[in-house]
C-alpha cells in the first residue's frame, strides 16, 4: 500500500484558508485519496475521498494533481473548532477488506 | 440510527484483570475494526471482521481477542489486561456492499479510555 508523507504540525489565524498537503509517490493506478478529522477525545471522521484533479464538499476541497504523487487538503476560513488532527489515507475503493493505516496525521491548530 | 456505540466510556483495571469493550453499530455494516491509539500516535488495527463468524487478526493484536456473532456486535476482549494496554480504544464500521474495501468512509465509536495499573 502506498505509504503517505504529511507535516507533523500547523498553525493557523482564524479566517484564513489552510491547505494540508500529502505526498504519495507510490500510489497505485486503483487508490483512492482519502482525508479524516479527529477532534481531541473522539473518533476520526471521514471529511472527503477523491481519485483525480478536484473534489468539494461542505468540509472541505481536495485537490489531485495529474501525476496524482501528492495531494491537498484545503479547507476555507477555519475557525478555532477546527483545531485536529487530520489524516491522509491512501488505498482502494474496492476489493474487499484492506487493513487501514493511519499515520501520525497533521495537527493543525487554529490561533484566535 | 445511533451509528456506532461504545461502552464504557472509561475503565481502569488492574493488572491481569480481564474484561470486554463493547460495540456495535445499527447501520448494517459488514466489516468492523477494533483500533488502538496512544499518545501522539496515530491507529492501529487490534482486529477486524468482514461479517458475522469472520474475524481477522490485524497489526497488533496480541493479548486481545474478538468474535463477531451478530452484524451488529463486535466485542474486544482483553484476556489479561497489562499496562501496555492502556490506550485510548476505537470502533469502527463500514460497508462491505459491493466488494468496498475499508477505504471507503469508515464510522468511528467515541472511544473507550483504558488504564490498567
Known amino acids: 500500500l502506498a505509504k503517505t508523507t504529511q507535516p507533523i504540525s500547523m498553525d493557523s489565524y482564524e479566517g484564513q484558508e489552510v491547505n494540508i498537503t500529502c505526498s504519495h509517490n507510490?500510489?497505485?493506478?486503483?487508490?483512492?485519496i482519502t482525508w479524516y478529522q479527529q477532534f481531541p477525545s473522539q473518533g476520526p471522521r471521514f471529511i472527503i475521498q477523491?481519485?483525480?484533479t478536484k473534489v468539494t464538499n461542505e468540509v472541505a476541497s481536495l485537490f489531485i494533481p495529474a501525476d496524482r504523487k501528492s495531494s491537498t487538503l484545503s479547507l476555507p476560513r477555519v475557525s478555532l473548532s477546527d483545531t485536529a488532527v487530520y489524516y491522509c489515507?491512501?488505498?482502494?475503493?474496492?476489493?474487499?477488506?484492506?487493513?487501514?493505516?493511519f499515520g501520525t496525521g497533521t495537527k493543525l491548530q487554529v490561533i484566535p | 440510527n445511533a451509528g456506532v456505540t461504545q461502552t464504557p466510556k472509561f475503565q481502569v483495571l488492574k493488572t491481569g484483570q480481564s474484561m470486554t469493550l463493547q460495540c456495535a453499530q445499527d447501520?448494517?455494516?459488514?466489516?468492523m475494526s477494533w483500533y488502538r491509539q496512544d499518545p501522539g500516535m496515530g491507529l492501529r488495527l487490534i482486529h477486524y471482521?468482514?461479517?458475522?463468524?469472520?474475524?481477522d487478526q490485524g497489526e497488533v493484536p496480541n493479548g486481545y481477542n474478538v468474535s463477531r456473532s451478530t452484524t451488529e456486535d463486535f466485542p474486544l476482549r482483553l484476556l489479561s489486561a497489562a499496562p501496555s494496554q492502556t490506550s485510548v480504544y476505537f470502533c469502527?464500521?463500514?460497508?462491505?456492499?459491493?466488494?468496498?474495501?475499508?477505504?471507503?468512509?469508515?464510522?468511528f465509536g467515541p472511544g473507550t479510555r483504558l488504564t490498567v495499573l
Open positions: 469502527a464500521s463500514s460497508t462491505g456492499t459491493s466488494g468496498k474495501s475499508s477505504y471507503n468512509e469508515q464510522f
Open positions: 507510490n500510489i497505485a493506478t486503483n487508490d483512492y
Open positions: 477523491g481519485y483525480k
Open positions: 489515507l491512501v488505498g482502494p475503493d474496492s476489493g474487499g477488506y484492506q487493513k487501514v493505516t
Open positions: 447501520m448494517n455494516h459488514e466489516y
Open positions: 471482521s468482514v461479517g458475522a463468524g469472520i474475524t
